[in-house]
């Protein structure tokens, strides 16, 4: 089925190589070069998703991000940048992106994130009858359908991956994942070299969900391994 992708991106090069090659998944590709517009046409058709250059003209990737985040509809955004430090990574992951890729990039691997996003959000969309809607351990009970997080009724805002980690986790207390397989499994890719992107989402995750994020109590280091949930709760 085709899928309807908007590309907010002022380089005209990586538009249209952007462009060429979503066609092959297949996808219906919009283009805009600058801010405005785009924000302009995310708000006014529905996209499947949107592909967003972190600097542009007229109004900054942050910035529309931050506002379609804001809109009761979901849609998955890409975030493209140029910069590659750990800061402009989390600000974006922070406003609401689902997943970044740094520039230069290999359209492989593009491709490999988008089919991700895409999987994903076809098995929210499509939930499998009489599959169970809320998860609750210890003091924390998830809503998977309005995809919500309380710890001890108290609700807690997890940015898109941060919820995807944590439900991985919960429903499988007491398996040690390593970062590789937290990648396969979350945001649907691994590639050597992006485990610590692991890393720094588990971080921010427990300083969310944790009393004292030095010293957690759900989600537990196993050294040289990985990570787990914490079954003796």
């Keep these: ?9 002022d380089n005209e090069d990586i538009a249209d190589v952007v462009s060429l090659h979503l066609k092959d998944l297949p996808c219906a590709v919009k283009l805009a070069a600058d801010g405005i517009t785009g924000y302009q046409l995310a708000q006014t058709n529905k996209y499947d998703l949107v592909i967003l250059d972190l600097m542009l003209p007229g109004m900054e990737g942050l910035e529309i991000c931050k506002r379609l985040r804001a809109q009761p509809n979901y849609t998955p955004i890409l975030m493209l940048t140029s910069k590659s430090s750990e800061i ?103 590639h050597e070299g992006y485990e610590h992107t692991v890393n720094s989402h588990i971080n921010r995750l427990r300083n969310k969900i944790e009393n004292n994020p030095a010293k957690p109590q759900y989600i537990l280091t196993v050294w040289g391994l990985g990570y787990k949930f914490n079954d003796a709760l």
């Excluded at 089925?1 to 991106?9: C, D, P, S």
């Excluded at 929210?124 to 809320?134: A, D, G, H």
């Design 1 to 9: 089925m085709t899928k309807n992708v908007l590309v907010i991106e």
């Design 88 to 190: 402009d990574r989390v600000l974006g992951l922070e406003v609401g992106a689902d997943d970044y890729l740094t520039k230069p990039f290999s359209v492989r691997e593009l491709l490999a994130r988008v089919k991700a996003l895409f999987r994903r959000m076809d098995v929210f969309s499509n939930p499998k009858q009489n599959e169970k809607t809320t998860i609750e351990r210890a003091d924390i009970r998830i809503d998977l359908e309005k995809r919500t997080v309380f710890i001890a009724e108290k609700i807690i805002d997890l940015t898109v991956k941060e919820f995807d980690l944590l439900v991985q986790f919960i429903e499988n207390p007491g398996r040690v994942y390593t970062r590789t397989q937290l990648l396969d499994l979350v945001w649907g890719y691994g």
